[in-house]
Nanobody, 120 residues
Framework: VQLQASGGGLVQPGGSLRLSCQAS????????MGWYRQAPGKQRELVAV???????NYGDSVKGRFTISRDNIKNTIYLQMNSLKPEETAVFYC???????????????WGQGTLVTVSS
């Protein structure tokens, strides 16, 4: 199983950016998918999670500005980020809870991280 994240880059304060993350490989079922981020010198924190049934959960600091969505056919999640702030410069990691084969248990898989820099 691999998670491939994309969409990071440089954006000005107040700007928007959209991240994508696709799970691929041997996959029987995908459950929760989401995003975490880690700013320099800080702990990794939850950004947003989307369950298979479509329910979502957001970190308090991004509510109302970020939107997570997923395409269950493509095993892909998206994170639309609006009104970005300089202090949100961080590496964003996608993750997914996946059952690779029908007889496997569920495991958490992580993408390689994509850097989002918010700066003028």
């Amino acid at each position: 199983v691999q998670l491939q994240a994309s969409g990071g880059g440089l954006v000005q304060p107040g700007g928007s950016l959209r991240l994508s993350c696709q799970a691929s490989g041997i996959i029987y079922s995908v459950h929760d998918m989401g995003w975490y981020r880690q700013a320099p010198g800080k702990q990794r924190e939850l950004v947003a999670v989307a369950s298979r049934d479509g329910s979502t959960n957001y970190g308090d600091s991004v509510k109302g500005r970020f939107t997570i969505s997923r395409d269950n056919i493509k095993n892909t999640i998206y994170l639309q980020m609006n009104s970005l702030k300089p202090e949100e410069t961080a590496v964003f990691y996608c993750y997914a809870r996946i059952r690779p084969r029908i007889w496997d248990g569920m495991s958490d898989y992580w993408g390689q991280g994509t850097l989002v820099t918010v700066s003028s």
